[in-house]
């Protein structure tokens, strides 16, 4: 009695004690100085946070970025708008698209860009400084 007593104790500890992690998501909308058409985006995250960045545009217009970062543990995902993280699948998927491309916006509106890093380093606690630069362009390639 007393072995299965003390089975179910750690059971229920283990089971307590493996609580799912919560990132912080601060969501920064992105707006660009009058005349221009790019932004350079800098920022710092820990762990299982992201940075999201969230920017208006056109359907038909082009989404350029390069993403660059401390050990090159950033990643960026990019969703249409509607579309946030952990809800649907981005439009572009920085680890395994790369982290330079360029998107042809298909619709109108708010689109996210999320910065984060593969779970092998956020699990250890890994502090990423990126930079991200982005451009919208209105020709089609």
């Known amino acids: 009695m007393k072995k299965s007593l003390s089975l179910a104790i750690l059971a229920a500890s283990v089971a307590l004690g493996s609580a799912p992690v919560v990132a912080k998501s601060l969501e920064t909308p992105v707006t660009f100085k009058k005349g221009t058409y790019g932004a350079s985006l800098k920022g710092t995250f820990k762990g ?3 940075a999201l960045y969230t ?5 038909g217009q082009r989404l ?3 993403t660059t ?4 543990l950033a990643y960026i995902n990019i969703y249409a708008p ?3 993280p952990d809800k649907a699948e981005a439009l572009w998927i920085g680890s395994t ?3 330079a491309g360029e998107v042809v916006l298909p619709s109108t509106g708010k689109y996210t860009l999320q910065v984060y890093q593969m779970r092998n380093s956020a699990r250890r606690g890994k502090t990423v400084n990126f ?5 919208i362009l209105n020709q089609a390639p």
């Open 97 to 99: 698209a790369g982290s």
């Open 64 to 66: 350029k970025f390069k």
């Open 82 to 84: 509607e579309d946030k």
């Open 55 to 59: 920017l208006h545009a056109k359907a």
């Open 69 to 72: 970062s401390t050990g090159d």
């Open 48 to 50: 299982y946070d992201d």
């Open 131 to 135: 930079n991200v630069d982005i451009q």
